[in-house]
């Protein structure tokens, strides 16, 4: 198989529009991706010939619903490699997986206990340990970054010991564009029997996750990072893991038996699902993750270097440009700031030249202290965008800088 | 530059014809709208916006309210320009009589001053009609 760039755009409506005249560059992936036809027809088909909800109506139309949503859990399996489908938890999104993980850890936690994270957390995946901390007494320790943005393996190591109970840390880094050596790391977890968490929000886009090859406990993502609808998301789990999990959200679906004094939890997938998911959501996402594993990953991941690689040679011209993050093994996103020109201007000169790209602290302040900056101007990548897109960039870049100087 | 009025403003931005003259003209706006010295930028003072921040500096002269500001992005400072120019130095009753949105739209910049830009320009605009509104404007 090969990989035809104009072939795959045609598949996203939106990215054939113009803003104020100019054709959309749309280079903020990293917050959101856009969505092939097929996947916004999955939602209309679903609202439009069998919405109901699932697992309760007694007729033709909830079948179906429950049908497809539980079809959708099969196709999110298949994509990850899960040993089993009972291991595909509905969340809305990264956030709430990571929630639901540190709020059920939060109660078994004591002090004593340790949390590992990185410095290049998403706050997403460090408030939440953070405060998972401090309600239980447990320390909080941050594992360093060079200042390239590559994660100091021998400290990491080090951090690691007989206390760590959680380990939890980005598949790749949305402000950073590191790809973290996750296989590596969950290793040196798993030697003292941590578990171990993986930020994938930014990692399930660009390919092949597997996460049993992984080995890691937790693999939490969003749909919207992968092609698929906001508010849905999955957090993977190991089913023995899984199984024992404290409860967070309560309600409908997720119990067995209800008296008005006590209750007892239903199996998985449900005991971790409570309340009606976001049923069409989850068949899109299903219908993302099938439409995106019949391309050729080997494929789209060379395409995809070849954009950031394109990218950096083309940094390397730009006079006053600073990249934030340049670790060897990088993919899909250029965070930059410029000697002479604030984030903010770069984003409004880019806007008006129909070029969309994210400019701030992306959501990881702590990390924007470390490096000594207060944000990034930040453009990233994703399989639909073409060389000639990243030339768009770099020229619109150009005339902030005139502008701006 | 002396900074125009902002009737001078709006006829000004209507000769231009192209998003670059426009966008010229806000940062030269901002470049004559003086900054305030780092002593002046105290938290208490600093509206955070999650892609730039502004600063807002008040104080009383006579009936009128006087406005320093300053932001670490360009046009954001040159936006402020445009603030300015329909604010400062005016009572109470004349902050609240002027209709901000329909200045805005006129300037056909509507678009960056939105809530949801984050550049806390809209965050200044309600504390200044906030702080008219408390001085019985
Ligand atoms: C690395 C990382 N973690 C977590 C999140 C949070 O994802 P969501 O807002 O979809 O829950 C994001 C999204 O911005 C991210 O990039």
Redesign the interface.
Known sequence: MSFDVAAIRAEFPILSQTV?GKPLVYLDNGATTQKPQVVIDSLVDFYTQCNANVHRGAHQLSDEATRRYENARDQVARFINAANRNEVIWTSGTTEGINLVAKGLAQQLEAGDEVVVTEMEHHANLVTWQQACLQSGATLRVAPIFDNGELDLETFRAYLGPNTRMVAFPHVSNALGTVNPVKELTAMAKAYGALVLVDGAQGIAHGDVDVQALGCDFYAFSGHKVFGPTGIGVLWGKQAVLENWPVWLTGGEMIADVTYQNATWGALPNRLEAGTPNIAGAIGLGRALEWFSQLDVAAVQAHEKALIDSAMTQAADIQGMRLIGTAQNKIGILSFVMDS?????I???LD?QGIAIR???NCAQPLMHRLGI??TARASFSLYNTLDEVSAFFAGLRKAQT??G | MQLPSSQEIIEDLEFFDD??QK??YI?DLGKALPRLDDAQKTPERLVKG????VWLVISMDGDKIHFEVDS?????HGLLALVMAAYNDKTPAEITAFDIDEYFEALDLER?ITPTR??GLRAIVGKIQHLAAQHGG
């Open positions: 104020d020109a604030h984030p903010a201007d984003g409004f000169i008006r400019t701030g602290d207060n944000g502008m701006l | 998003w670059e966008y010229q940062i999650c892609q730039s921040s670490d992005a360009v046009i954001v960056h984050g550049n």
